[in-house]
């Protein structure tokens, strides 16, 4: 067989090979900040008084915020390697 054939395997959460590509592959900045305000603004509350890893799987980028009259809410980070954004988190949620 002719030229060069790559393959990425995770183990145990690190890339075998070239993770510094890997890893900036499913890397997306947002404002928790911001997201807590909006989050906030979106249920009618003042403040966002608590943020969590939501407990679903360990590759999710899934927060639960707790405002301060105690609604909650999931907030979903699309990861940016899965993707149109809507279609895994549409998923994801009909799991939950």
């Given at each position: 067989?002719?030229?060069?054939?790559?393959?990425?395997?995770?183990?145990?959460?690190?890339?075998?090979?070239?993770?510094?590509?890997?890893?900036?592959?499913?890397?997306?900045?947002?404002?928790?900040?911001?997201?807590?305000?909006?989050?906030?603004?979106?249920?009618?509350?003042?403040?966002?008084?608590?943020i969590?890893?939501?407990?679903?799987?360990?590759?999710?980028?899934?927060?639960?915020?707790?405002?301060?009259?105690?609604?909650?809410?999931?907030?979903?980070?699309?990861?940016?390697?899965?993707?149109?954004?809507?279609?895994?988190?549409a998923?994801?949620?009909?799991?939950?």
């Open positions: 067989m002719g030229g060069t054939m790559r393959t990425t395997f995770v183990v145990r959460g690190r890339f075998a090979a070239d993770e510094q590509y890997e890893m900036s592959q499913r890397y997306i900045h947002f404002g928790l900040d911001k997201l807590a305000r909006l989050a906030a603004e979106a249920v009618g509350s003042i403040s966002c008084v608590s969590e890893r939501y407990p679903n799987g360990m590759d999710d980028k899934a927060l639960l915020l707790t405002v301060d009259d105690c609604i909650q809410a999931v907030a979903k980070i699309p990861n940016p390697n899965a993707g149109r954004p809507h279609l895994p988190t998923s994801e949620v009909a799991m939950m």
